[in-house]
Structures are given as C-alpha cells and as structure tokens.
C-alpha cells in the first residue's frame, strides 16, 4: 500500500527557513516523479516542485532560487528544504506520488512575525 507522510510544518519568522519531509511507504521513491504542491486559505493548489526518477529538478517561478526539492533513497523520503520564507509562503504543504496518484496528509506552514 502506498502512503505519503508530511511533517516538517511551523511557524516561522518572515526571512527564516524550513525543511518538510515527505516519508514514502509501499513504493521506491526514486522509482516515480515526486512533487511538492501548496495549497493556501481560498486559492487553488499549486505545483511547487517537482524531482524526476532522473533527479532532474524544476520549481515553481515564485519559490525558484529559495526553496530545494531533493531525496535520500535510503531513507526513502523526499525533501522541501526552504529558505527566505514570505508570509505569502503560508499554506498547507503536500507530497505527490505522481506513478501512484498518492498524496500525503498536508502539513501546515505559516510564516507571520
């Protein structure tokens, strides 16, 4: 069975930084395309980031250049390390498993002073 497990979610300072992890079960996740997306209070979710089973990377313009999707095979796990984090940051973090259609719980990021 498949599943997804986020945690890493805070509150953070504006300027600070986070790392969510995404825990894969059921699957290899170098073996499928695996995503971050966002999702904030009244606006449609959106694709953050994305690593391919190549390792080949791509992000979302508005969190290029601060945010890194990466993994580690022997934990299994995929990462969102963050940095310069902005209030409009703010949104409930989800991981995809995209051969799978799966998607983890969401873990709840708010960045306020």
């Known amino acids: 069975q498949v599943q997804l497990v986020e945690s890493g979610g805070d509150l953070v300072q504006p300027g600070g930084s986070l790392k969510l992890s995404c825990a894969a079960s059921?699957?290899?996740?170098?073996?499928?395309?695996m995503s971050w997306h966002r999702q904030a209070p009244g606006k449609e979710r959106e694709l953050v980031a994305t690593i391919t089973s190549g390792g080949y990377t791509k992000y979302a313009d508005s969190v290029k250049g601060r945010f890194t999707i990466s993994r580690d095979n022997a934990k299994n796990t995929v990462y969102l390390q963050m940095n310069s984090l902005k209030p409009d940051d703010t949104a409930v973090y989800y991981c995809e498993a995209a051969f799978f259609g799966s998607w983890g719980q969401g873990t709840q990021v708010t960045v306020s002073s």
């Open positions: 059921g699957f290899t996740v170098s073996n499928s395309p």
